[in-house]
């Protein structure tokens, strides 16, 4: 691998880099850097955690003037992504770096204040980018640099017609680069109609759409059954820190009380909350919870490390679902699992993702035996009965919903001891 240092970096740069450290370039910052570093339009096709964040960031922060005006316009799908890009962008800038970033849910006032201030960065989700634009608030008639990143994600959330008006009033000379982990048609079409001579730059093997390092299993298990087969996997897996993952909010309400109740060190993220409470979920998964209890929402884009386990509670019925789901873990090249419980009826779901990713899931049996004394309860009329969790006697939720400290996530233990009728333990 390259080290940063023979890339013709400031040195600011280099040193800030090597304060994260990074010191040797990945193969996807090695591909694209030199590249976009020469202001050439760059479409680049990596799996997740390979480290395109920094692939994009790093000749930016190379060439952004300092100005007060808006240089560098970087588009994310999630106001997660976006603060997360920020995160990354605060700790390499140099001197004349002022980044604003701006998303949905959060103060639009601060926001213009921030761009009234005289940001040259600006990172951002598709509507609010659009929201500042349409009040004058944001202007990009200047800017030199579009990064779509997670491109297939947005695509995936529609919101490609927000993204070609945001191209449209931007400048043709300027350059553009597309970063995602697929490349369907629309990407394509996108690329024809508002890049220059784009160099397409692939990552490891195309057909391989998740990393090798991932290790994929699967059970199969209906009702109650699935609450018991994710104890199960917890006591013998022992993940280190895992995302559990769930289809809808309501969903992942009843599995985050499930496991708080059996005293899990839990937090938990989804549409649902606010966003200070989704800020500080992630805040509390990085720093010491050891489940994080999500919908799709964190499914893209979301770099946090030492991700041992995914855990799909759903089985996603979009394969891409399932490849970006298991993508936070085994991140940088680190080892990872993927485990996935279906209900009896969607065996057929397994075949397909394991075609399209390319994959072989290993149906296993974890012996929930010791666990089925442990009740839960679906809630009378509760449409998970005969949508997900198979039927039931009701799970009963009590408790203040927005309890900061129980969704903040708490104390408990790294793995279960069962005891009966759904008591703490």
């Not at 960065?121 to 800017?143: C, F, H, K, Q, Y």
């Not at 199969?220 to 022992?238: E, M, P, Q």
């Not at 490390?305 to 936070?328: A, E």
């Amino acid at each position: 691998m390259k080290r940063f240092e023979e890339m013709g970096l400031k040195q600011e740069l280099v040193a800030a880099l090597k304060r994260l450290n990074m010191v040797e370039a990945t193969d996807v910052q090695e591909l694209s850097i030199p590249s976009a570093l020469h202001g050439k339009d760059i479409i680049v096709r990596a799996k997740t955690g390979t480290g395109k964040t920094c692939a994009f960031l790093i000749p930016i922060m190379q060439n952004i003037k300092a100005s007060r005006r808006v240089e560098a316009l970087i588009i994310a799908p999630t106001r997660e992504l976006a603060l997360q890009i920020a995160d990354v962008a605060i700790k390499i800038k140099g001197y004349g770096v002022n980044i604003a970033v701006v998303y949905g849910g959060a103060s639009i006032n601060v926001q213009m204040d921030a761009l009234r201030r005289g940001a040259n960065m600006v990172i951002g989700t598709p509507g609010r980018i659009i929201d500042l634009m349409e009040r004058g608030a944001l202007d990009i008639s200047n800017v030199s640099t579009v990064v779509l990143d997670e491109a297939d994600t947005m695509l995936d959330m529609g919101f490609i017609e927000d993204i070609e008006d945001i191209l449209s009033v931007t400048p043709e000379n300027r350059q553009t680069m597309i970063l995602s982990a697929t490349i369907p048609s629309k990407i394509q079409s996108i690329a024809e109609r508002n890049m220059n001579n784009a160099e397409f730059i692939s990552v490891g093997d195309a057909e391989e759409v998740t990393v090798t390092t991932i290790k994929h299993s699967y059970c199969v298990a209906n009702g109650a059954a699935k609450f018991h087969t994710l104890l199960a996997y917890i006591n013998d897996k022992k993940p280190g820190k895992a995302i559990i993952f769930l289809q809808t909010q309501r969903e992942a309400d009843v599995v985050y009380d499930f496991l708080h109740k059996q005293g899990a060190n839990a937090t938990l993220l989804h549409g649902g909350l606010t966003q200070a409470k989704r800020e500080q979920s992630l805040k509390s998964f990085r720093e010491h919870a050891q489940f994080l209890i999500a919908t799709n929402v964190a499914a893209r884009g979301l770099d946090i490390k030492d991700v041992t386990d995914v855990i799909n509670f759903d089985v996603p019925d979009d394969p891409y679902v399932y490849v970006h789901r298991v993508g936070r873990s085994a991140r940088m090249g680190k080892n990872g699992r993927a485990f996935t419980i279906i209900r009896y009826e969607q065996k057929n779901l397994i075949s397909d993702i394991e075609y399209v990713a390319n994959i072989k899931m290993e149906r296993i049996f974890p012996d929930i035996s010791k666990y089925k004394d442990i009740r839960v309860e679906f809630g009378s009329g509760n449409r998970f009965r005969n949508r997900n969790f198979g039927g039931g006697r009701g799970f009963h939720r009590g408790g203040d919903r927005d309890d900061r400290s129980r969704r903040g996530g708490g104390g408990g233990h790294s793995h279960f001891a069962p005891r009966s009728h759904g008591k703490r333990f």
